[in-house]
């Protein structure tokens, strides 16, 4: 079951009564898991850019679900390496990247299954 996003400030993120001081992957199963930003830091030195290696972190997160939604920050500041987008495309994953206030109705609406990646600050 597809929890639901109740909403998003600057630092957290509230999803299913439950709130997160912290960037979460949502997986298709409902858990909530921290983000592994240390991933893409180490590449790119930020977290603010998706490394092939977070993308393919993900994608195991996301147990046959053939989208990946990302809510790209409170003022939509992550986007997604090169590298990360070829990595989801060779895998056949859609990538929806929205500021993360307004893909949470995204996810809220969204029918079928999907991971999600929610950064909450920038």
């Given at each position: 079951?597809?929890?639901?996003?109740?909403?998003?400030?600057?630092?957290?993120?509230?999803?299913?009564?439950?709130?997160?001081?912290?960037?979460?992957?949502?997986?298709?199963?409902?858990?909530?898991?921290?983000?592994?930003?240390?991933l893409s830091r180490a590449v790119y030195g930020t977290s603010h850019t998706i490394s092939r290696?977070?993308?393919?972190?993900?994608?195991?997160?996301?147990?046959?679900?053939?989208?990946?939604?990302?809510?790209?920050?409170?003022?939509?500041?992550?986007?997604?390496?090169?590298?990360?987008?070829?990595?989801?495309?060779?895998?056949?994953?859609?990538?929806?990247?929205?500021?993360?206030?307004?893909?949470?109705?995204?996810?809220?609406?969204?029918?079928?299954?999907?991971?999600?990646?929610?950064?909450?600050?920038?």
């Amino acid at each position: 079951m597809k929890p639901h996003i109740d909403g998003t400030r600057f630092g957290s993120i509230t999803v299913d009564g439950t709130v997160f001081n912290h960037d979460v992957i949502i997986r298709p199963d409902g858990r909530v898991k921290k983000r592994k930003k240390k991933l893409s830091r180490a590449v790119y030195g930020t977290s603010h850019t998706i490394s092939r290696q977070e993308a393919r972190y993900v994608y195991k997160q996301a147990a046959g679900a053939d989208r990946l939604i990302v809510g790209s920050g409170q003022d939509g500041n992550v986007t997604l390496s090169p590298e990360a987008a070829a990595y989801l495309k060779r895998k056949n994953c859609r990538v929806r990247l929205v500021p993360t206030p307004k893909v949470t109705n995204v996810w809220n609406r969204m029918k079928g299954t999907a991971v999600g990646l929610f950064h909450v600050t920038c």
